[in-house]
């Protein structure tokens, strides 16, 4: 290995040199198989440190797995002191390669021999910092040895092509997150660094495909070449280059448009139960950008194929496929893809946003991504927190939600609005995982199980839920309506409390408790059944005037569907006027409700005296 002047032998004297002079801490550390003789170290450290031109410490290290013997010099060098299986498999490769008539006699197979050697010679001195064997496998996730150099979230590369993540970087050990099938790997395969991040496929190229959570598609409709990549994790935009939130996304849900504003670049958590809705109201959202210039991408992160398949088949029946993309990471997946999938989706919609155009992103959901992460944490021996999940579970989200933003106007002015979904246990809202995403969102619609079970949907619980933005998100037509409609449902909330205790009420009372049942009663609506903005208007700038106030309740639902029928058909000037202008002039308000004056009365000879006694 070293000659006795401290001389290394062939042409990597010079390197071996210059590595033994760079050794920290004078230390070096030999691996082998079989525990060695002290004498036979004590020869090795006396060359090493004749050669480094320094005293030496040589620890000893065994691994029966090992094959041979590796001086680890440092942190980033190792020499093999066993070449001969490399020699081997050269001479074989050599030998094939020629006829067998070159090689007949011992003077030629003797110069074979030593060509080999000469040439493998070199390869002898390795960087450890850059390569690794796995040590352990299983369930997705690999710890490896080696890799000293590789950093957090880097791609690595294992033997057979397989991929994985760089995810909990220790002393002796790397552990690494799995982006394929683990079934070709064993114990001591190879690993190598490759010094980049996991990128995800961009572009328009994108749009209304299936795909994986590394951007492959899986619809069965070909490949996708968007000649375009981004890394899955980036920094999000600062301060400087945001600019306010102040442009309204409609969503087409009256109590959401109404009560709790969305504007574009905000984060809006939805909240609630299973099964009360929440996939309902963020696929409605995304329903209702048909004809705007919003591109949707959907995250399903933990779901099940069947519940997939159902997302996927609404948003082509009613042609939102045109402008969205469906991100898959189902339940039954390594943890790996449940892992990356929202940021995948978040780099997809950046894109947009980068281009100066409009993205929304609904990360469905958020509270699976969390159960990933606390997995793969636990595979990997890192430590636990509160309810078992990792301490940094509130950093995993916060960078991922932090990337929602509106852009200053020089840099393009796109938008990015995230739409997450937490799933509660009970109603509990004050859980580890609900309150970390409330925190750094800019507001929640909280979803009530006792509301869905008294058939009021959208649940959506007015006193939990709230928009950080506000009306600086609503258009001024919804603003002038849902100020007063926000007034009217606070007393009518006060004053069903207060009767319940059989208190007798004046008729000032009685008219507030009738027409907060009736705003209750329109803000009821159906499953993907989202509604142009001035449709909205015109249904509650009905109510909160007063036009409602003597039709049955159980006949509210009728009169909005007649009004909206009557106002296209009788006078679609103002129904364009509040659509283009988003506002209401004072000539639009005078001719709008003379329109329904005329609709109310029209509405109310069809009613029977007796419901109008009892209404």
């Known amino acids: 290995m070293v000659g006795e002047d401290g001389e290394g032998l062939g042409p990597e004297t010079a390197r071996l040199r210059m590595a033994l002079r760079n050794v920290e801490r ?8 079989v525990p060695l003789d002290p004498a036979v170290v004590e020869r090795v450290r006396e060359r090493l440190s004749a050669a480094a031109g320094k005293p030496l410490s040589v620890q000893v290290r065994v691994n029966p797995r090992k094959s041979g013997a590796t001086l680890y010099l440092g942190e ?9 299986h490399r020699i081997l498999v050269q001479l074989e490769r050599e030998l094939a390669a020629r006829p067998p008539e070159e090689v007949t006699t011992v003077r030629e197979t003797a110069r074979l021999v030593s060509a080999v050697i ?4 070199p390869a002898r001195l390795e960087d450890v910092g850059d390569r690794g064997a796995v040590l352990q ?13 590789v ?18 970087l220790l002393e002796e050990a790397v552990g690494c997150l799995l982006l394929g099938a683990e079934e070709s790997l064993v114990e001591g395969s190879a690993v190598e660094r490759t010094g980049r991040l996991l990128h995800v496929p961009v572009g328009d190229a994108l749009v209304g495909r299936v795909l994986d959570a590394l951007g492959r598609p899986i619809d069965a409709k070909g490949p996708i070449d968007t000649g375009r990549s981004r890394p899955i994790e980036r920094l999000a935009p600062g301060v400087v280059q945001r600019r306010p939130v102040c442009e309204s996304l409609h969503t087409g849900i009256k109590i959401v448009d ?25 696929v409605d959202v995304i329903l209702n950008q048909r004809g705007s210039d919003v591109l949707c991408v959907y995250a399903a992160i933990g779901q099940k194929a069947s519940t997939v398949a159902r997302v996927v088949r609404l948003l082509q029946e009613r042609g939102a496929m045109a402008y969205t993309i469906v991100l898959v990471a189902l339940s039954n997946e390594p943890p790996a893809f449940r892992y990356v999938a929202p940021y995948a989706a978040c780099a997809m919609a950046e894109e947009f946003m980068d281009e100066g155009r409009h993205a929304l992103v609904v990360y469905d959901d958020l509270s699976k991504h969390a159960v990933a992460y606390r997995e793969i944490s636990t595979l990997l021996k890192r430590p636990i927190g509160r309810e078992a999940y990792p301490g940094d579970i509130f950093f995993v989200h916060s960078r991922l939600l932090e990337r929602a933003a509106r852009l200053r106007d020089d840099l393009g002015g796109g938008s990015l609005t995230a739409i997450p979904i937490v799933e509660t246990l009970a109603g509990d809202i004050s859980a580890f995982i609900p309150t970390n995403v409330i ?11 006792g509301l869905f079970n008294e058939g009021f949907r959208p649940a959506m619980d007015a006193g939990l839920s709230v928009s950080r933005v506000g009306g600086m998100a609503q258009t001024p037509a919804m603003r002038r309506v849902a100020g007063r409609l926000r007034i009217d449902l606070a007393q009518y909330g006060e004053m069903s409390r207060f009767v319940r205790f059989g208190a007798e009420v004046d008729p000032a009372t009685l008219q507030q408790l009738r027409r907060g049942e009736r705003e209750l009663e329109l803000l009821k609506q159906d499953a993907h059944d989202p509604l142009p903005l001035e449709r909205e208007i015109v249904t509650l700038f009905a109510v909160v005037n007063g036009y409602t106030d003597d039709v049955p309740v159980e006949r509210v639902r009728s009169f909005e569907t007649q009004l909206h029928a009557f106002m296209e058909r009788e006078h679609p000037g103002v129904v364009a006027e509040i659509r283009d202008t988003r506002d209401i002039s004072r000539d639009t308000e005078e001719r709008l409700r003379a329109a329904l004056a005329t609709f109310h009365e029209t509405f109310a000879k069809g009613i029977p005296a007796a419901e109008k006694a009892t209404g």
């Open 137 to 149: 496998i299983g369930d997705g996730v690999a710890v490896v040895e080696g890799l000293r150099g």
């Open 118 to 121: 000469e040439r493998a010679a």
């Open 151 to 168: 950093g957090s979230q880097e791609v690595v590369r294992f033997e057979g092509g397989v991929e994985g993540i760089a995810f909990s």
């Open 76 to 84: 980033d060098t190792a020499i093999d002191l066993d070449p001969g």
């Open 439 to 449: 925190s750094i969102c800019d507001g929640q619609i909280v979803l009530d199980t």
């Open 26 to 33: 004078a230390r070096v550390v030999l691996e082998c198989q």
């Open 258 to 282: 109404a009560l709790v504003p969305l504007g574009r670049g905000q984060r809006e958590l939805v909240l609630g139960d299973r099964t009360i809705g929440k996939t309902t109201a963020a």
